[in-house]
């Protein structure tokens, strides 16, 4: 098993053997369990359409702007068992359906969970017959088997910059693995919406924007941009948990600065919302 340099997060290899494809309940002969934060019916921000979203506890990112910090630790979540989350997805399936939607696993970080993410990915897919989604930072993309991905219909994610500083300042973890993942998915032909949170006076530079636009544009697979204004939602949830919610002066973007960022990312023939 190998190990990311500068931290200890073990990165196990990505397997392409077609024995993946098996779902692990059904390998091991026992139900998988996670540890999940929550889960919800959402609209528009967590994929096409209304979707069932299960958000995993647990991340290997530390984000300035984290507007969910309890779901840094996968010992806060609850032991979930995935025959519960499809039970539960199972109720909506109807409406989803209908809605045009489908189910996202989100997080926290859900490939730190990979065999629970990849059972929860393929009974949304094959037995409820949902769109997927994965919500995902990228950083532990090497953990995310070809069988996993091949399951997964839409990639939302995240690259919170384009310059390796300000991401390992915005997120305490290096950038090259997100890039990895990133080329990796477009090897496969995945379908992609790429997240960027505009923060002002830290990932608001031109520069820094244009470097994530052209590098999306250079995938081929990214077919939507998603600009997400920085907010303060979370910081009463840094402050119950005893943490420095170091943005806490920092302001949201204005209109005209988002439809800056929008402008950059539609030059390199990007769509932007």
Known sequence: MAVLLGTDIPVRPVVADEDAVTPAAAATHRPVTGSVHSWDLSTGVDGPGTRFVTFLAGCPLSCLYCHNPDTWRMRDGKRTTADDVIAEAAKYTTFISAAGGGATVSGGEPLLQPVFTGELLHRLKHELGLHTALDTSGYLGARATDALLRDVDLVLLDIKSWDPETYQKVTGRPLAPTLDFAHRLADLGKDVWV?????????????????????????????????????????????????DFTLRDTPSPTPEQVAAAKKIFESQGLKAV
């Open 195 to 243: 997240r960027f949170v505009l923060v002002p006076g830290l990932t608001d530079d031109p520069a820094n924007i244009e470097g994530v636009a052209r590098f999306a544009a250079s995938l081929g697979d990214v077919s939507r941009v998603d600009v997400l204004p920085f907010h303060k939602l979370g910081e009463a949830k840094w402050d119950a948990l005893g943490k």
